[in-house]
């Protein structure tokens, strides 16, 4: 089982829509949570940093379940600037310095 | 403004011919790293550096070398590079620690290598 783990899409959702997709996490122990947005042929860029209690940042909800390992990123009122890959990172505990990142999950809004 | 500056961007050589990916940041990161990305294989840490003279192998890091003489520049090294080492490489640098604000991660913007 890989460390971390993302659904590759392509998720293909008309505009407006809302879209959800997780990411799971193998090491009960990981500490630190991220989402990076990766543009075709781009770097990625951090998206949004994930909190115990869940956080928001404008049409965007990131959300994590120790319980059941995974983290969510949720896109409300989806624009066709939002079609990139969705990157999942995670701290695994083991150091504060390391990170495992997710193959990322493809996104395509559509008119 | 707060970069990450990574050349060439685009290079197409020969097996077996050294080359240097050069890679500056002007952040005064301690952090660095070197990361390759294939499809579906997400990023893949190749080496990285918690700061001057410390680096440390990362996941894949067979058939690169690093240096970090000074802090700010942190150049790959493919001594001798073969087709398997085509793909897309990543430079990356940040704070040391992932607590606390201001933990991004800044990356270059890519260099596209091909071996043939």
């Known amino acids: 089982r890989k460390e971390v783990e993302q659904d590759p899409g392509p998720f293909n959702v008309p505009e407006g829509a809302t879209v959800a997709f997780n990411c799971t996490y193998s090491n009960s122990a990981s500490q630190s949570f991220f989402w990076y947005r990766q543009d075709c042929r781009k770097e990625p860029k951090l998206l949004m940093s994930v909190y115990s209690s869940g956080n928001e940042d404008g049409r965007f909800t990131a959300q994590l379940n120790r319980a059941s390992q995974y983290i969510s990123l949720l896109i409300r009122d989806s624009k066709l600037s939002d079609s990139a890959t969705y990157l999942c990172v995670v701290n695994p505990g083991d150091s504060n310095y390391q990170l495992i990142w997710g193959a990322g999950t493809k996104l395509i809004i559509k008119p | 403004?707060?970069?990450?500056?990574?050349?060439?961007?685009?290079?197409?050589?020969?097996?077996?011919?050294?080359?240097?990916?050069?890679?500056?940041?002007?952040?005064?990161?301690?952090?660095?790293?070197?990361?390759?990305?294939?499809?579906?294989?997400?990023?893949?840490?190749?080496?990285?550096?918690?700061?001057?003279?410390?680096?440390?192998?990362?996941?894949?890091?067979?058939?690169?070398?690093?240096?970090?003489?000074?802090?700010?520049?942190?150049?790959?090294?493919?001594?001798?590079?073969?087709?398997?080492?085509t793909s897309l490489y990543f430079c990356a640098s940040r704070k040391y620690s992932l607590e606390g604000p201001g933990n991004t991660i800044y990356f270059g913007e890519g260099s596209w290598l091909t071996v043939v």
């Open chain 2, 1 to 85: 403004e707060a970069q990450v500056t990574q050349n060439p961007r685009y290079l197409i050589t020969v097996t077996g011919k050294k080359l240097t990916v050069t890679c500056s940041q002007n952040m005064n990161h301690e952090y660095m790293s070197w990361y390759r990305q294939d499809p579906g294989l997400g990023l893949r840490q190749i080496y990285y550096s918690m700061n001057v003279e410390v680096t440390d192998k990362g996941d894949v890091p067979e058939g690169y070398k690093v240096s970090r003489k000074e802090k700010r520049n942190f150049p790959l090294i493919l001594e001798s590079p073969s087709p398997n080492q």
